[in-house]
């Protein structure tokens, strides 16, 4: 888990610098036919780029770390917990269009539970990035299952995706939904059942 950090400071070593950032935003802005250097647009660069730090903070956030404040005592309790309706605001990684959804996350406590804002923050560190909503879901059902060592975890996803209701096939009503299943949520069919019944409500 700590090879995630390490990983996380290499990277911002190896980051280029804000002023090389901004200037390629620049570079696009005279792409699509404005001028830069208009007076509107003088800071647009600069803000652009702070924005992408938003978009894609997720980089540079350990999605275990999140997990590591846990309460053991689960005081007999055996069944799932979950979290529905936590929002998402991601980017597609072939156009880099918004992804923008709900996602709803459970898991079986083993031997220790967190606090519910976690699985937020772990629902959050890996949208801020480019994603399919494929891996994104498998991330983050992963991530629960390992992170609290739990029984199980399923992961249900709902999105729409800017590149084909903005452009491209253009269908503003289509949504996409993703589901995924780790340990005993896998193995028991009634477990999913359940666990999809109870998003809906
Ligand atoms: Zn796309």
Same mark, same amino acid.
């Given at each position: 888990?700590?090879?995630?950090?390490?990983?996380?400071?290499?990277?911002?070593?190896?980051?280029?610098?804000?002023?090389?950032?901004?200037?390629? %935003?620049? #570079?696009?802005?005279?792409?699509?036919?404005?001028?830069?250097?208009?007076?509107?647009?003088?800071? #647009? &660069?600069?803000?652009?780029?702070?924005?992408?730090e938003e978009y894609?903070s997720?980089?540079?956030?350990? &999605?275990?770390?999140?997990?590591?404040?846990?309460?053991?005592?689960?005081?007999?309790?055996?069944?799932?917990?979950?979290? $529905?309706?936590?929002?998402?605001?991601?980017?597609?990684?072939?156009?880099?269009? &918004?992804?923008?959804?709900?996602?709803?996350?459970?898991?079986? &406590?083993?031997?220790?539970?967190?606090?519910?804002?976690? /699985?937020?923050?772990?629902?959050?560190?890996?949208?801020?990035?480019?994603?399919?909503?494929?891996?994104? #879901?498998?991330? %983050?059902?992963?991530?629960?299952? $390992?992170? /609290?060592?739990?029984?199980?975890?399923?992961?249900?996803?709902?999105?729409?995706?800017?590149?084909?209701?903005?452009?491209?096939?253009?269908?503003?009503?289509?949504?996409?939904? #993703?589901?995924?299943?780790?340990?005993?949520? $896998?193995?028991?069919?009634?477990?999913?059942?359940?666990?999809?019944? /109870? %998003?809906?409500?």
């Amino acid at each position: 888990m700590s090879n995630i950090t390490d990983l996380i400071k290499k990277k911002l070593e190896k980051r280029v610098n804000r002023a090389e950032a901004e200037e390629a %935003i620049k #570079t696009l802005l005279g792409w699509i036919g404005e001028n830069p250097k208009r007076e509107g647009l003088l800071d #647009t &660069p600069k803000r652009v780029i702070k924005a992408f730090e938003e978009y894609f903070s997720g980089y540079f956030i350990d &999605p275990y770390k999140e997990l590591e404040k846990t309460f053991g005592d689960v005081q007999g309790y055996d069944d799932m917990v979950i979290q $529905k309706n936590i929002s998402i605001f991601s980017h597609c990684e072939h156009h880099m269009a &918004p992804i923008i959804g709900v996602a709803h996350v459970a898991y079986v &406590p083993h031997k220790k539970i967190v606090g519910l804002s976690k /699985l937020a923050r772990v629902v959050e560190a890996y949208s801020r990035r480019l994603q399919t909503q494929e891996r994104l #879901t498998i991330e %983050i059902a992963e991530t629960v299952f $390992k992170g /609290l060592e739990a029984h199980g975890s399923a992961v249900s996803i709902d999105a729409i995706h800017h590149c084909m209701t903005s452009r491209g096939i253009k269908k503003h009503e289509a949504t996409t939904a #993703t589901n995924f299943f780790t340990g005993i949520f $896998k193995e028991s069919h009634n477990l999913q059942s359940r666990f999809l019944n /109870l %998003i809906k409500k």
